[in-house]
């Protein structure tokens, strides 16, 4: 592993300066001086994440030449800084190496400026102008994607402010064209727009989400063929907990067009959920049922597929294989802490067409196989067994497995072969 012997040195490196720097200077961190002292403060803080994956397939084809064990690591250094009460920035660098499997710039990133932005105003009430991550409400649309090697980033601006009861965020975005060779190099994403509104605020059955989000795509591939889309959604999220009782319930309707075609798509999300209080181990146990519009007459004129935009990775299970559209769902889990340090959980995935007319969808929006005349509905089952250590103030591991079990639609249209998906992650944040 070449690239890792160069950078784990350095990076090694990087990480003894900085901590020899801050036991050395007079740095505050953000909650140390008392607030009338306090006039400029730096902060450093990172993380170094190291992760074994193991797919024995892709996509259901055990044959690719992708499957089998691969290797990353991400190792971020960030510096947060305030000249005043109403002055900030931030500067922080990622290093995402790989080895093995196939190499994308969702997985590689060998150097690059993930965050650079400076902030005016209030810590509640601000105007954000640089790159940024970005993540809103439950992470269904739009989400920082930390599940991968590389997390998405935009450059743009983006304003923060309160009106009342009410939190509200505006934002204008492009998203970051990762460049996985060589060092900061990446570039705007001259086809991928994101701009919108999002509003949080007090509601009967807990707080309630109002937003309208506009996003631009320079290609995207749907069973309508591969042209630009503009894609306007507009949604509304409820969620909130009493008792022992929690909900978190989403609804959204999309409008707007894809080369030729108009867009009309919808989901809906509803995830409800109780806690044993009192119980050994603290269990809990949630019921997810989920649906999202597919199209149900390609070549009609309208595109009903839905488009998740740019969601979390691991929308429906740890292995990332299947994206919301065109589908419905049930998925139930259980979880549970032996102690307080310590998080089990097992969960279980069954994932069906809702038009036969349509194909199924990876969670980056991508066409992972086609209708290819198949009128079957169900398509997958997914069982998860998962364990969560906080070993330490700094130190993180996790142990993931879920098996995939190809169902009619998958076998009568390609490979169709089981996937297993195993990861352990060490990570040490400072």
Request: proline fraction near 5%; avoid cysteine; glycine fraction near 10%.
């Given at each position: 592993m070449p690239a890792c012997h160069n950078f784990i040195p350095l990076l090694a490196g990087v990480f003894a300066v900085i901590g020899s720097a801050q036991a050395q200077s007079h740095i505050h961190t953000p909650d140390a001086p008392p607030e009338e002292e306090k006039s400029f403060w730096l902060h450093f803080s990172g993380q170094l994440r190291e992760r074994a994956t193991y797919l024995s397939a892709i996509e259901y084809d055990a044959e690719s030449e992708d499957a089998g064990w691969f290797w990353t690591q991400r190792a971020r250094i960030t510096a947060d800084a305030e000249a005043a009460s109403w002055l900030r920035a931030r500067a922080s660098v990622v290093s995402a190496l790989q080895e093995g499997g196939e190499i994308t710039p969702i997985e590689r990133n060998d150097l690059?400026?993930?965050?650079?932005?400076?902030e005016f105003g209030p810590e509640n009430s601000y105007l954000r102008f640089g790159r940024q991550e970005i993540r809103l409400g439950s992470q269904r649309l739009v989400a920082v994607r930390d599940g991968t090697n590389v997390r998405r980033t935009w450059d743009g601006a983006r304003a923060r402010f309160k009106a009342g009861a009410w939190d509200l965020d505006a934002f204008a975005l492009r998203l970051v064209d990762v460049d996985i060779g060589g060092v900061f190099n990446d570039g705007r994403n001259e086809g991928r727009e994101l701009a919108g509104f999002y509003a949080t605020g007090p509601a009967p059955l807990g707080e309630v989400d109002l937003y309208y989000l506009y996003a631009e795509f320079d290609a995207r591939e749907t069973i309508e063929g591969i042209a630009i889309e503009r894609r306007h959604s507009l949604g509304a999220r409820v969620f909130g907990d009493s008792g022992r009782w929690f909900w978190d319930w989403e609804a959204i309707y999309q409008f707007g067009e894809q080369g030729a075609n108009d867009v009309s798509a919808w989901t809906i999300a509803a995830n409800t959920g109780y806690r044993?209080?009192?119980?050994?181990w603290s269990p809990e146990i949630m019921l997810s049922t989920n649906i999202a519009s597919g199209d149900s007459d390609p070549g009609d004129g309208t595109l009903e597929t839905f488009?998740?935009?740019?969601?979390?990775?691991?929308y429906f299970s740890e292995n990332a294989l299947l994206g919301p559209g065109n589908f419905f769902n049930i998925?139930?889990?259980?979880?549970?802490?032996p102690r307080d340090d310590l998080l089990v959980f097992i969960d279980a995935n069954f994932f069906w067409?809702?038009?036969?007319a349509d194909g199924v969808y990876g969670p980056p929006g991508n066409l992972v196989r086609a209708p290819l005349g198949s009128d079957a509905r169900?398509?997958?089952?997914?069982?998860s067994v998962?364990?969560?250590?906080e070993a330490t103030e700094n130190i993180f591991l996790s142990l993931l497995y879920t098996h995939s079990e190809p169902q009619r639609f998958i076998q009568e249209t390609g490979p169709d072969n089981p996937v297993d998906f195993a990861e352990f992650t060490v990570a040490f944040s400072f």
């Open positions: 690059d400026l993930q965050e650079g932005f400076i044993f209080e009192g119980a050994r488009n998740a935009l740019y969601p979390r990775g691991s998925h139930p889990y259980l979880r549970a802490r067409r809702l038009e036969t169900f398509v997958d089952v997914s069982v998962g364990a969560e250590w």
